[in-house]
């Protein structure tokens, strides 16, 4: 859309398509915390109250790889629903530790959770950056299979929510709010995100590229993301606390699935899904442990050569009042925290993990555990094995027989 084009149009399209009910529920729903520290938290960020008793819908299930894996969707109260996958070891029963893994941004909001997933081709389904709001969670996804490229880059070739089941977890991933099945509407384009998205489209051209549509899509939400910044800063919230309300309402779906102890959970996330982690363990004390891998610095040394290298998950206003970045591991109550530093990561200069390091080794030292590893930015299998072996230990898988599939007579659909 060019600026012929926006003249031409009669009305001024929605910024927030899909999204227009979020302005109400953001005002009426203030999430309550267990502890002071929490809330205090919650209240900086802006953080939404769930639903009570959020209920689930089962769509499909599939056994390969050695697990189980089910298609599971629920609606949050406002925006699409949120599409999800519950994997667990086909030949093990309950009670089992359940994980929470949460993806990373990695730039491709065209995809949510499925990059932690294995599945089949035709398996790879649901409705990111439909014009319809609320889909059944099983309509084919727009963009194709997500790329393996996308894997690759990002895991190390892995699909570690996969991977983990077949390590004895109980593991739920889902996409959070502005990714996959929760993303914003594209079509049309919002005019300031359309500008932004010429730009890059004349970028194309001049290199003889020929964009895919999920590559439109990505080009269009990450230039969308400051427009959602500015919706939350009106709404009084943030794009992270928002993100900590779906994480929120994940974690107590995972806490009712059949065959999950409730009692062991964690959660674990790289880059985003790192900070993700952070944010869920410091806001609600069902998380007893968590991986942080390659999102683990200091404020101070984001400025001023690596303010651009991160997205508004990391920049919220008013956070820096609470403490610095790894204060927010020292709120969580969790028994134990294993960050995994990237001394090679583009993303973060060494001094600011080292930095980070040392205070948390003062301040929470026997909850505490840092690793450094010579990669970059990547969540390489070597540091997922880790993570297993860490989340293991802290949360005491118990090998025993068949897992049951989630309910289907717990339906909201």
């Avoid at 690759?152 to 892995?158: P, W």
């Avoid at 004349?202 to 993301?225: D, F, M």
């Avoid at 301040?363 to 990547?378: C, D, I, K, N």
């Avoid at 390489?380 to 027989?401: D, G, K, V």
Wanted: aromatic share 8%; net charge negative.
């Amino acid at each position: 859309m060019n600026a012929a084009d926006m003249a031409a149009t009669p009305q001024r399209p929605s910024a927030l398509a899909r999204y227009e009910d979020w302005p109400d529920y953001a005002v009426r729903h203030r999430y309550e915390a267990a502890s002071p520290a929490a809330q205090h938290l919650a209240d900086t960020l802006g953080v939404p109250a769930g639903t009570p008793d959020l209920e689930y819908t089962a769509h499909s299930e599939t056994v390969r790889e050695g697990v189980t894996t089910s298609r599971l969707s629920w609606q949050v109260g406002f925006g699409p629903r949120t599409s999800a996958w519950f994997v667990r070891p086909s030949g093990e029963s309950g009670p089992l530790p359940g994980l929470l893994a949460l993806h990373c941004h990695g730039g491709v909001k065209a995809y949510g959770a499925e990059r932690l997933v294995s599945l089949p081709d035709q398996e790879e389904h649901h409705d990111a950056g439909s014009s319809t709001a609320g889909g059944s969670g099983q309509e084919p996804h727009p963009f194709g299979p997500i790329p393996p490229d996308v894997r690759k880059k990002l895991y190390d070739g892995r699909a570690p929510a996969t991977w983990l089941a077949q390590q004895g977890f109980a593991v739920l991933a889902h996409d959070t709010f502005m990714w996959g099945s929760r993303g914003f509407g594209m079509d049309p384009l919002p005019w300031r995100t359309a500008s932004a998205v010429d730009g890059q489209r004349a970028l194309w051209r001049e290199a003889g590229v020929e964009p895919s549509a999920a590559e439109l899509y990505n080009a269009a939400a990450a230039a969308h993301e400051e427009t959602v910044a500015k919706a939350a800063t009106l709404l009084g919230s943030s794009v992270a606390g928002t993100v900590a309300h779906d994480d929120l309402a994940a974690l107590g779906i995972l806490a009712t699935l059949p065959g999950v102890d409730s009692g062991r959970l964690g959660c674990l996330g790289f880059s985003g899904g790192g900070g993700r982690a952070m944010v869920l363990a410091a806001l609600s004390p069902l998380v007893r442990s968590y991986v942080v891998t390659c999102m683990m610095t200091t404020f101070s040394s984001l400025l001023p050569a690596y303010l651009d290298a991160h997205s508004w998950l990391l920049h919220s206003p008013g956070l820096a009042r609470l403490g610095d970045w790894p204060d927010l591991a020292v709120r969580s109550t969790a028994e134990a925290v294993l960050v995994q530093y990237a001394l090679k990561d583009p993303l973060f200069p060494e001094q600011g993990m080292r930095d980070a390091h040392r205070y948390l080794v003062e301040h929470a030292a026997t909850r505490y555990t840092g690793s450094f590893w010579q990669e970059p930015h990547v969540f390489t299998r070597a540091m997922q094995e880790e993570a297993a072996a860490f989340l293991s230990a802290a949360l005491h898988p118990l090998q025993t027989l068949a897992s049951p599939a989630p309910d289907l007579a717990r339906t909201d659909s």
